[in-house]
């Protein structure tokens, strides 16, 4: 269960950049709010990797007049069937972090109303639909431990079909598709590419070179991925994971000791977005929490705390993204409507073919 997390209840370091954060907010048209009532309570349901700068959204409340009441509702799966669950009493005013694999299923369920205040009209470098706000956009693809591949002098892998081969057996670590985002996305991407039955045969023979599977991208990353002192080079994680490990190392870093690959079939776009939520308040305040999350200030901090690229086309890009998390060349991604009809039976067969 998740505990709703009251940011007025916590009293943030106002250090420099935090201060200048909270000018930008100012001076994004947010001004400050008439005809809400003070101390009014503004819902927010999130996936758990929602995560802005405390200083960033205590500004929000301030200019907003409102409290926000954030909840951390799982993946962005258990996020939309909590809210289907929950719409005869909806639970939320406002969504984030629904995407190309949720929103069609958040639309037909009839949890979500269209926005249709400036950040609906406003060009986005991605796109989503269903009248929901594309907030930020990412990759999920294949990262490389570059040292591992140096001392075994091993090419890195130059397509999926590499993985397949003797060289690489017991290298690669993926995420269960069933219990994992980047899993399924993963998933979703082999099956663009190569048509479902082309894929599923791919899978198969990755499993005859054993690889392996974990239960979420933390297990995957964190315990077996050799970067961390597991035993599999070769990951399902994220385009701007090396930046990542640049921006969080203790000790300056010239280069990334990670790398993301652009291979065929392996890269899947996953665009977030921000939605008002059927049923809820505080729509005045919901709007301005749209608006608030397409502002100069949240596009710029979304980028080294949630570590996905801004939609707003002149989004100032942050320096260790831009030179560490390069956009891959190619992505495959099925529409949202394929993702939302077919993504329960490719999960299916996925798992009679890899695990059984």
């Known amino acids: 269960m998740h505990r709703p997390v009251r940011i007025a209840d916590v009293e943030p370091a106002m250090d420099r ?6 000018a930008l907010v100012v001076g994004c048209g947010l001004a400050p709010a008439a005809g809400l009532a003070q101390g009014a309570e503004l819902r927010v349901i999130t996936h758990n990797s929602f995560s802005l700068p405390k200083p960033l959204l205590a500004q929000f409340e301030a200019q907003a007049g409102v409290r926000l009441a954030i909840v951390k509702a799982g993946d962005a799966g258990e996020m939309l069937n909590k809210l289907i669950l929950t719409r005869a009493q909806p639970i939320a005013d406002v969504v984030f972090g629904l995407d190309n694999a949720s929103i069609a299923k958040a639309a037909r369920a009839g949890v979500i109303d269209p926005y249709t205040g400036p950040a609906a ?5 991605a796109e989503l639909g269903f009248g929901a706000v594309p907030v930020d956009y990412g990759y999920v693809t294949l990262n490389i431990d570059l040292a591992w591949f140096a001392r075994q002098s091993l090419a890195a892998p130059a397509s999926l079909e590499d993985l397949t081969l003797p060289d690489y057996r017991k290298l690669v670590v993926v995420q269960n598709p069933a219990t994992s985002s980047p899993g399924f996305a993963f998933l979703a991407s082999t099956i663009a ?19 392996k599977v974990a239960k979420g991208w933390s297990e995957a990353y964190y315990t077996d991925f050799t970067r ?24 300056p870093l010239a280069d990334a000791p990670t790398r993301s690959l652009s291979l065929r079939g392996a890269v899947f776009r996953q665009v977030e977005a921000v939605a008002l939520v059927k049923g809820g308040a505080q729509r005045e305040a919901a709007g301005r929490f749209i608006e608030f999350l397409r502002s100069a200030a949240v596009q710029e901090a979304l980028q080294t705390s949630m570590w996905m690229l801004p939609v707003e086309p002149a989004a100032v890009r942050a320096d260790v993204m831009r030179r560490f998390a390069p956009e891959p060349d190619r992505f495959d991604n099925p529409t949202p409507d394929q993702l939302s009809d077919r993504g329960a039976d490719w999960v299916q067969r996925w798992t009679r073919v890899v695990l059984r």
């Open 17 to 22: 950049r935090s201060l200048c954060l909270a």
């Open 121 to 125: 009209t406003r060009a986005a470098v």
């Open 193 to 211: 590419a190569f048509g479902e039955d082309a894929a599923f045969d791919w899978w198969k023979r990755l499993r005859d070179n054993e690889v």
């Open 228 to 251: 961390n002192g597991g035993t599999r080079p070769i990951v399902v994680s994220y385009a701007s994971s090396p930046a990542a490990e640049v921006f969080y190392s203790k000790t």
